[in-house]
């Protein structure tokens, strides 16, 4: 009784409220005619509609004023003039560095009017091939090229020739093709742990693996009423989820890293979770530094809030599968977690395959349909495709399923116990040396360096003048060498770890000294806080890739090695 007796009173209070609040709007109003008031009204809507668009945009609003205040000091002559002299200078560098021919060289600007034989073909081709100058067969390169074999090599030249014309767009008339790629899907499902329902499709490469998943979650997030889907994930997760979230109309929202173990930050990851979350990332691992994030704890998160969660295993994943019969066995990462829905893993890094080749695949159906694009009224016909591409080089997917069945469960198996010792043996090893860092603890393949003591692209500068290829890093400065057969022949790990205890040996007789060359301009790209500037440059660098004018200068302005990495 006694508390329905205080409900009533609140109630009264709350009447109490309103009726002054009744009169005192009527009181204010009691001047203003009738189209004044609704016209007060449909401003006053407007306004609060434009500033609701102008705060909640997929770009922060801190961004966007941080470009606006940029683009205006930009507009001022001085400052102006000189940065576009800075980034023209940066531009001629790239292009003395990635243009340059061998003398008598030019570039090919129009059909010959005479098509050459074979054998004039061949020898152009051979031309070309002189402009090589990174030798990656020795192993000296960071990733790039996983094995290289040539018994292989032979192998899958010989199977895309036979299936150079196919394309599996065309099932009826290429049947083979059709069932080589059902098996490559089955086999990799099988080698995650899918069950019966699992499923998936063979895509170009990880790039179109992680947009085809993003794609699938978007849709699945329209249909439950998300208007702006996001993708959660870390700060470390490969850029190919900005990609998606760019063509996709996503907002990507990243998720810091605990900065010891470089592992995604699950508390933070949990804070931003709401309304409009449509997915979850992990790495498995994720390329900067090589860690395998939290995933068990992350798909504990997707199942409480029935969330997808996609793990992109593209760079380890042919690796991370073989670990635990190779001897080095891991947390679980795959669809033995309740709440990871799908994986993306490169046939073509270490599955061995030729490039163009990826899986994308599901824990069930339900979720590959939202990946599919269907056209049912087209004039020619209805039209359906799996993934980005209509028409597909059957050939590659051939070569795929010949890798895979080539090398078999104990090829793979073989190939990860060398690379996995061979990544251990050079972690331990830099561990070890003062004044070097590894980030976090990579348990796959990549090694990433830093330090505290001294700018780490000066390590990276000396490395390439021996002969080194390695991966350059930001936000923290860093390096990485991702190690692949090629890391485990005889003698080459052994090299690395003593080219990098001399060069640091080296550096810590001037650890303060500034950094020149390549190093220098990466560490500069990463203290630029106007990004629209390295964005420039960057398609600029686009730009050098499909250039076919002769470089003005073979001189470069910047000190030090000049190569771009």
Same mark, same amino acid.
């Given at each position: 009784?006694?508390?329905?007796?205080?409900?009533?009173?609140?109630?009264?209070?709350?009447?109490?409220?309103?009726?002054?609040?009744?009169?005192?709007?009527?009181?204010?109003?009691?001047?203003?005619?009738?189209?004044?008031?609704?016209?007060?009204?449909?401003?006053?809507?407007?306004?609060?509609?434009?500033?609701?668009?102008?705060?909640?945009?997929?770009?922060?609003?801190?961004?966007?004023?941080?470009?606006?205040?940029?683009?205006?000091?930009?507009?001022?002559?001085?400052?102006?003039?000189?940065?576009?002299?800075?980034?023209?200078?940066?531009?001629?560098?790239?292009?003395?560095?990635?243009?340059?021919?061998?003398?008598?060289?030019?570039?090919?600007?129009?059909?010959?009017?005479?098509?050459?034989?074979?054998?004039?073909?061949?020898?152009?081709?051979?031309?070309?091939?002189?402009?090589?100058?990174?030798?990656?067969?020795?192993?000296?390169?960071?990733?790039?090229?996983?094995?290289?074999?040539?018994?292989?090599?032979?192998?899958?030249?010989?199977?895309?020739?036979?299936?150079?014309?196919?394309?599996?767009?065309?099932?009826?008339?290429?049947?083979?093709?059709? *069932?080589?790629? +059902?098996?490559? #899907?089955?086999? !990799?499902?099988?080698?995650? =742990? %899918?069950?019966? &329902?699992?499923?998936?499709? @063979?895509?170009?490469?990880?790039?179109?693996?992680?947009?085809?998943?993003?794609?699938?979650?978007?849709?699945?997030?329209?249909?439950?009423?998300?208007?702006?889907?996001?993708?959660?994930?870390?700060?470390?997760?490969?850029?190919?989820?900005?990609?998606?979230?760019?063509?996709?109309?996503?907002?990507?929202?990243?998720?810091?890293?605990?900065?010891?173990?470089?592992?995604?930050?699950?508390?933070?990851?949990?804070?931003?979770?709401? *309304?409009?979350? +449509?997915?979850? #990332?992990?790495? !498995?691992?994720?390329?900067? =530094? %090589?860690?395998? &994030?939290?995933?068990?704890? @992350?798909?504990?998160?997707?199942?409480?809030?029935?969330?997808?969660?996609?793990?992109?295993?593209?760079?380890?994943?042919?690796?991370?599968?073989?670990?635990?019969?190779?001897?080095?066995?891991?947390?679980?990462?795959?669809?033995?977690?309740?709440?990871?829905?799908?994986?993306?893993?490169?046939?073509?890094?270490?599955?061995?395959?030729?490039?163009?080749?990826?899986?994308?695949?599901?824990?069930?159906?339900?979720?590959?349909?939202?990946?599919?694009?269907?056209?049912?009224?087209?004039?020619?016909?209805?039209?359906?495709?799996?993934?980005?591409?209509?028409?597909?080089?059957?050939?590659?997917?051939?070569?795929?399923?010949?890798?895979?069945?080539?090398?078999?469960?104990?090829?793979?198996?073989?190939?990860?116990?060398?690379?996995?010792?061979?990544?251990?043996?050079?972690?331990?090893?830099?561990?070890?040396?003062?004044?070097?860092?590894?980030?976090?603890?990579?348990?796959?393949?990549?090694?990433?360096?830093?330090?505290?003591?001294?700018?780490?692209?000066?390590?990276?500068?000396?490395?390439?003048?021996?002969?080194?290829?390695?991966?350059?890093?930001?936000?923290?400065?860093?390096?990485?060498?991702?190690?692949?057969?090629?890391?485990?022949?005889?003698?080459?790990?052994?090299?690395?770890?003593?080219?990098?205890?001399?060069?640091?040996?080296?550096?810590?007789?001037?650890?303060?000294?500034?950094?020149?060359?390549?190093?220098?301009?990466?560490?500069?790209?990463?203290?630029?806080?106007?990004?629209?500037?390295?964005?420039?440059?960057?398609?600029?660098?686009?730009?050098?890739?499909?250039?076919?004018?002769?470089?003005?200068?073979?001189?470069?302005?910047?000190?030090?090695?000049?190569?771009?990495?």
């Amino acid at each position: 009784m006694d508390y329905w007796s205080a409900l009533e009173v609140y109630k009264e209070m709350l009447l109490l409220y309103l009726e002054e609040g009744r009169r005192q709007v009527n009181s204010l109003c009691r001047d203003l005619e009738p189209w004044q008031i609704i016209g007060a009204t449909f401003i006053t809507t407007l306004g609060v509609v434009w500033v609701k668009g102008f705060l909640f945009q997929p770009e922060s609003l801190t961004s966007r004023i941080k470009k606006q205040c940029f683009r205006l000091i930009r507009k001022i002559p001085f400052i102006g003039m000189a940065i576009q002299t800075q980034l023209l200078k940066a531009l001629d560098d790239m292009s003395a560095s990635l243009c340059t021919l061998k003398d008598g060289m030019s570039y090919i600007k129009q059909l010959p009017s005479q098509g050459l034989s074979q054998s004039q073909v061949l020898d152009r081709i051979r031309e070309y091939e002189t402009l090589n100058e990174v030798q990656w067969e020795k192993g000296w390169v960071s990733g790039a090229v996983y094995w290289g074999d040539e018994t292989l090599t032979k192998l899958l030249v010989k199977v895309y020739g036979d299936f150079a014309w196919s394309n599996p767009l065309h099932p009826d008339i290429f049947p083979g093709v059709r *069932k080589m790629e +059902a098996e490559v #899907v089955r086999m !990799a499902c099988t080698l995650f =742990h %899918g069950g019966p &329902d699992s499923c998936g499709t @063979v895509t170009s490469g990880g790039t179109e693996s992680i947009l085809m998943a993003c794609k699938a979650y978007r849709d699945m997030a329209y249909e439950r009423g998300v208007k702006h889907p996001e993708i959660l994930a870390p700060v470390s997760v490969h850029a190919a989820f900005d990609k998606a979230a760019h063509y996709f109309g996503m907002k990507l929202v990243h998720v810091r890293l605990d900065p010891k173990t470089m592992k995604v930050d699950v508390k933070a990851m949990k804070r931003a979770i709401n *309304k409009n979350t +449509a997915m979850l #990332v992990c790495s !498995a691992p994720q390329f900067p =530094h %090589g860690v395998i &994030d939290p995933i068990e704890e @992350v798909a504990k998160l997707a199942v409480r809030y029935s969330l997808p969660l996609h793990v992109d295993a593209c760079l380890g994943g042919f690796l991370i599968v073989f670990m635990a019969k190779a001897g080095y066995p891991l947390a679980p990462f795959d669809f033995r977690v309740k709440g990871v829905t799908s994986i993306s893993a490169d046939t073509h890094k270490y599955g061995y395959a030729p490039k163009g080749s990826s899986v994308i695949l599901y824990s069930d159906k339900m979720y590959r349909h939202y990946q599919y694009f269907v056209a049912p009224d087209w004039q020619g016909g209805i039209y359906a495709s799996p993934s980005v591409a209509g028409s597909r080089p059957g050939g590659i997917i051939a070569a795929c399923w010949a890798t895979m069945m080539h090398m078999g469960e104990n090829g793979y198996v073989d190939a990860t116990r060398k690379i996995i010792s061979t990544a251990r043996k050079i972690k331990t090893e830099i561990s070890k040396i003062e004044g070097v860092l590894v980030f976090g603890d990579p348990e796959v393949s990549v090694v990433a360096m830093g330090s505290d003591v001294f700018d780490i692209f000066r390590l990276s500068n000396g490395l390439t003048s021996k002969g080194w290829n390695l991966n350059t890093l930001q936000f923290p400065s860093s390096i990485h060498i991702c190690c692949t057969v090629l890391h485990t022949r005889p003698g080459v790990a052994d090299q690395f770890i003593r080219d990098v205890k001399d060069q640091v040996a080296s550096i810590m007789e001037n650890p303060k000294e500034k950094t020149t060359g390549m190093g220098a301009i990466y560490g500069m790209a990463q203290s630029i806080p106007d990004r629209s500037m390295v964005t420039e440059i960057s398609r600029g660098f686009l730009d050098c890739l499909y250039s076919t004018e002769v470089a003005k200068s073979q001189t470069s302005h910047m000190n030090g090695n000049g190569k771009a990495h």
